[in-house]
Structures are given as structure tokens and as C-alpha cells.
């Protein structure tokens, strides 16, 4: 490798003191994966193996048991400005306004802007969310995907190197997290954010990303494929289904989740071909986790 | 529906309170007195009378000891004789200073206790033993120290309101949601930053429950110390009228220390709405 990645996670591990004398659990280890810059990275996996773990060690909120996590060549040790996360529970302050949550990250930002470009601000990424008429409500009055919204606001308002969202969609309903889906896929369009995101559903994934880590199962978890898309950009949510890819890729990523690790998707291609469909074997596919 | 409820609510309020005014009417009633085959002229000169008027002040009597006070609450004709304002302005003085100083040190503790498990284990132990202390037991100690009777009545104040606070703060700065904690943190937000802009919003409500409690035992334990110290104060009027055997003014005291106390528990209901906000 010439150029060192963006984002570069070296054999991250962790460990967690096992529960009354008990022996420690390791969640995840020998961790290996980068991130370029402007690259949208989606982490799938089923419950346990440490997906929030890896996230909140890449925020600066969790400390690695071993390995490292490397952000242009810095070591990550704690939390930054230069990386914003959009919480799995939106993490709103219930006591302040859509424009003073979003200010307050703003103003923590940005500490010498006077007071005009600090609005500006808040009012440019509030507007871009689409939630400019609820500006001065209070998070109890909105709705939940308005309230993610918000969250996502905060989090790009900071105007951060690195994006790291948690689930951000998974307490949605499908139709609301379809909308805010394309949001964000036409918001990283133009902004050309780099993003790592954790989400188990696997159309979020293709929809928005360019490189999939798929992991096994914990405790001992690991990423066992790094699935570049091979679904053409710029997709959308009512066309990528015509795309040659979509089906084999989708049935790639389910029968990992549900049968565990096989071949790479990139060596089941034959050129540039995307590898024909099969039928599921065991009748109707089983649904993981929505 | 609940505009009609608040209504048929009133009119039952008013009811029992007519129904409370009429039995006691009625039992204080003048009571006719066999005087047997006494001589009505020699039972006058005894101070006897057919009719004998009760012991306990009727209604009337009470109506006109509040009209008699409130009418002129601010006189004073000596150190034993002022207005009833002016004695609830020196209870309310000490209440609110003893209350002020225990604010200004329970917050800043409760804040520490809260964010540092090592602080609340250590300093357990004593408040635990501090908490269940009769104010008053402190009384005898202050007057000897502080040898003067109302700064004395004011560390009473203190020591009593000073738990609640302390209790609640730690309470509240210790549940604040790990969420909004995180989100400080990503913003690299400083630590006065965050004491006071998400620590002190979020505990808010809990820290003014804890305040209002403060405040209602504060209001209990001043008409005690002010019985006990004597010289001014709504507590001191009281021992007063009832060494006077006033009882019409002492009922009248007693009225007027429960109205002050639901108008101090009201104003702390409404600072605590200000800032309460709906989790979600």
C-alpha cells in the first residue's frame, strides 16, 4: 500500500470483563478494514458481535483492548469534532429546540463564529433535513423520523471529516426510513461525506453503500468478507432492483446472514458478469432481522 | 370534561368547608348553664350567667382576629407588640436565607457527589448519619457558637433544608442519560461547558424537587426554632398569643402559616414546570 488509508483499523480487539469471576468475553478481534475518503462504509451483522463496540471505539467513546485505530495517520484515543455521530436514539436534549440542539453542536464547533454565521449554520443544515417549519419545536413534539433527522442535522452541521451513524433508521418505519434514506444518499452526493454506518438491514446497505463488512458472529467476531457494491451509482431506491447485481449480491449478503461466511462475492464473479441467481434451497427465505 | 370537573371539584371544596364552619358554629355555640335555685342577681355578681359563652373562639371571633390583623400588619408598638407582617417578614427572612446558603452549598456538592461514584461512597456515611437529625437537636450547639438567636434560627434553616437538596442533586446529575453525555463528548465540549449547559438542564427537575421539599420542611421547621428562640418571628407570635390564652389568634397563625406554605410550595411547583421538559 503507497498511499495509507483514510480511516485504518489494525487489528482492533475487545474484551469485556466477564460477568461475577467469570471468564472475560472477547466480542471482536484481529479487526482489519480501511475506510477512503468520501467512501460510504456499511457494517452488517446480527446482534452481538460488537457492531455499537466497533462504532463508539471509532468515536473516541470506547477504548480498544487491543489494536488500533488510525484517522490520517493519527491514532484515534478519544472523541473529536472531526468525527460527528448520529446516535441509534437520536440523543437529542429534550430541553432545547430543533435550532438550539443543532446550535449547541454548532457553537461547540465553529467557538469564535459570531452569532449571524453560527445561525446561518444551524438554519442551512436544519433547512437541508427539511425541517425548517419545526425549527423552534422541542424534540417532543416531532416525530420519530423527524427527530433522527435532526440528529443527522447535528451531526453533519459540525461538518465532519468522518460521519459514524449507529442504526440510524432501525426504531423507523419502513416508509419514513425509505424517505430519509434517499435524504441521505442525495446529502452524501453532494457533500461527498465519508461515512461508516451500522445498519442489519441489507437494502439499507446496498442503497447506500460502496464497501459492505460483513461480520460473523460474536463473542469472537470478525469481519469475514469486505464486500465492495457492484451495484452501478448513482442508485436508487426505484431502480437498483433492474440492476443485474442486485438480486445475486442480495441473496450473497442474506445467505451470509442467515448460513454464516462462504465464497466472496468477488470470486463467484466471472468477469464483470454478475453470477446467476439461485433459488433459495430451503423454501421461502427467512427474514433476519428485518 | 375536565373544565366540569374542576367546577363540581369547587363546589364540593365550598360544601366542606360550609359544612366545617357550620359544626363548628354550632359546638361553639353559648351553652345554657343550670344555675339551680341560685339568685340571679348573686350568679351576675359571680360572673355566672344562664348563657355561658364557649372557651374556643367561634368563627365570628376568628373572622375578626384575621380582620384585625390584616388590616394593620405592619405597626410596631415594641418588641412584644408588631404587626403580623412584620413577624412573618422575619420568619420568611430566616427561611430564606438558611434556605439560600444550604442551595448554594448542596448544589455544588450534590454536582460532585453525583459525577464521582468515589465522592458518593465516601461522603455516604455522613450524610446517612447527618439526614435523620432533628434540626432543632442542633439548637443548643448553634446558640452556643453562634451566640445569637436568629443567625441561630437561620443555621437550623440551613442544616434542615440542606438534604433534600444535596439527596436530589446527586440523584439527578448521576441519572443524566448517558445519550446526551456521549453527545458532549463527540463535541468536545468543555467541562464548565457541560456542567452547565447538559448536566444542569437535564437535572434540573430533579434537583428542584429536591428544593421544594427543602423548602416545606424549611417552612415546618422555623415555627419550631422561633418558638424555641423567641423575640420575632410567626413562631414566636404564636407562643406568645397562647401564653395571652389568645386562642382566636392563635388559630388565626396557625391559618396564616399554612396559607404562606402552600403559596412557598406553589411558587416551587411552578419554577420546577419552567424547567421540566417531556423525554422522549
Given at each position: 500500500m503507497n498511499t495509507p488509508a483514510f480511516i485504518q483499523v489494525d487489528n482492533l480487539e475487545r474484551t469485556f470483563p466477564g460477568p461475577m469471576g467469570q471468564d472475560p468475553v472477547t466480542?471482536?478481534?484481529?479487526l482489519n478494514f480501511t475506510i477512503e475518503q468520501g467512501e460510504f462504509v456499511c457494517l452488517i451483522g446480527h446482534?452481538?458481535?460488537g457492531k455499537s463496540t466497533i462504532l463508539n471505539i471509532l468515536a473516541g467513546l470506547d477504548e480498544a483492548s487491543a489494536g488500533y485505530v488510525f484517522m490520517e495517520n493519527k491514532e484515534v484515543t478519544g472523541p473529536g469534532l472531526e468525527r460527528g455521530v448520529v446516535f441509534q436514539g437520536h440523543a437529542?436534549?429534550?430541553?432545547?429546540?430543533v435550532r438550539e440542539n443543532v446550535a449547541f453542536a454548532v457553537k461547540s464547533r465553529f467557538?469564535?463564529?459570531p452569532k449571524s454565521e453560527i445561525n446561518a449554520q444551524v438554519e442551512k443544515f436544519i433547512d437541508m433535513v427539511g425541517l425548517s417549519h419545526a425549527i423552534?419545536?422541542?424534540?417532543?413534539?416531532?416525530s420519530g423520523g423527524m427527530r433522527q433527522r435532526v440528529g443527522i442535522a447535528r451531526a453533519f452541521a459540525i461538518e465532519p471529516k468522518m460521519l459514524l451513524m449507529d442504526?440510524?433508521?432501525?426504531?423507523?418505519d419502513a416508509l419514513t426510513r425509505g424517505v430519509i434514506q434517499d435524504e441521505l444518499l442525495e446529502i452524501c452526493r453532494a457533500t461527498g461525506q465519508t461515512v461508516f454506518m451500522i445498519t442489519h438491514d441489507v437494502d439499507e446497505a446496498i442503497l447506500l453503500a460502496d464497501k459492505i463488512l460483513l461480520m460473523t458472529n460474536g463473542?469472537?467476531?470478525?469481519?469475514?468478507e469486505c464486500a465492495e457494491?457492484?451495484?452501478?451509482?448513482?442508485?436508487?431506491r426505484q431502480e437498483?432492483?433492474?440492476?443485474?447485481?442486485y438480486y445475486p449480491f442480495r441473496n450473497h449478503l442474506m445467505d451470509f446472514l442467515v448460513n454464516g461466511p462462504s465464497t466472496a462475492y468477488a470470486d463467484k464473479l466471472e468477469g464483470d458478469a454478475p453470477p446467476p441467481v439461485e433459488a433459495p434451497a430451503d423454501g421461502p427465505r427467512k427474514v433476519v432481522n428485518g | 370534561m375536565s373544565q366540569s370537573m374542576t367546577f363540581r371539584a369547587s363546589i364540593v371544596s365550598i360544601l366542606i368547608l360550609l359544612v366545617f364552619l357550620g359544626a363548628w358554629w354550632g359546638a361553639t355555640l353559648p351553652t345554657k348553664v343550670d344555675?339551680?335555685?341560685?339568685?340571679p342577681e348573686y350568679a351576675k355578681m359571680m360572673g355566672l350567667d344562664t348563657m355561658q359563652e364557649s372557651d374556643i373562639p367561634t368563627p365570628g371571633d376568628i373572622g375578626s382576629a384575621i380582620w384585625t390583623h390584616l388590616s394593620d400588619?405592619?405597626?410596631?408598638?415594641?418588641s412584644n407588640d408588631m404587626g403580623i407582617g412584620i413577624q412573618l417578614a422575619y420568619s420568611l427572612w430566616r427561611v430564606l436565607a438558611g434556605f439560600a446558603l444550604a442551595a448554594l452549598v448542596a448544589v455544588p456538592l450534590g454536582f460532585l457527589i453525583g459525577m464521582s461514584p468515589l465522592m458518593r461512597k465516601a461522603l455516604d456515611p455522613y450524610i446517612q448519619v447527618m439526614k435523620?437529625?432533628?434540626?432543632?437537636?442542633?439548637m443548643p450547639l448553634a446558640l452556643y457558637i453562634i451566640q445569637d438567636a436568629s443567625i441561630s434560627s437561620i443555621f437550623v434553616i440551613f442544616i434542615c433544608s440542606i438534604w433534600p437538596m444535596l439527596v436530589n442533586t446527586a440523584y439527578g446529575v448521576a441519572a443524566v442519560r448517558d445519550d446526551w453525555l456521549a453527545v458532549a463528548k463527540t463535541l468536545e465540549v468543555g467541562p464548565l461547558r457541560k456542567a452547565f449547559k447538559v448536566i444542569l438542564p437535564a437535572a434540573a427537575p430533579t434537583i428542584l424537587t429536591g428544593m421544594r421539599i427543602s423548602m416545606g420542611i424549611a417552612w415546618l421547621v422555623i415555627v419550631a426554632a422561633e418558638m424555641l428562640?423567641?423575640?420575632?418571628?410567626i413562631g414566636y407570635f404564636i407562643w406568645n398569643e397562647w401564653n395571652n390564652l389568645d386562642l382566636a389568634n392563635v388559630i388565626f397563625a396557625i391559618l396564616l402559616i399554612g396559607v404562606v406554605g402552600m403559596i412557598l410550595d406553589l411558587i416551587f411547583g411552578l419554577l420546577g414546570k419552567v424547567v421540566s421538559y417531556k423525554e422522549v
Open positions: 466480542v471482536f478481534r484481529n446482534s452481538g458481535c437529542l436534549m429534550p430541553w432545547l429546540t467557538k469564535d463564529k423552534d419545536k422541542k424534540p417532543h413534539q416531532l442504526e440510524p433508521f432501525g426504531a423507523l463473542p469472537l467476531a470478525e469481519v469475514a457494491n457492484p451495484l452501478k451509482k448513482p442508485r436508487s437498483m432492483h433492474h440492476d443485474g447485481h | 344555675l339551680g335555685d341560685m339568685d400588619p405592619f405597626y410596631v408598638a415594641g435523620p437529625i432533628s434540626p432543632l437537636a442542633w428562640v423567641g423575640g420575632t418571628g
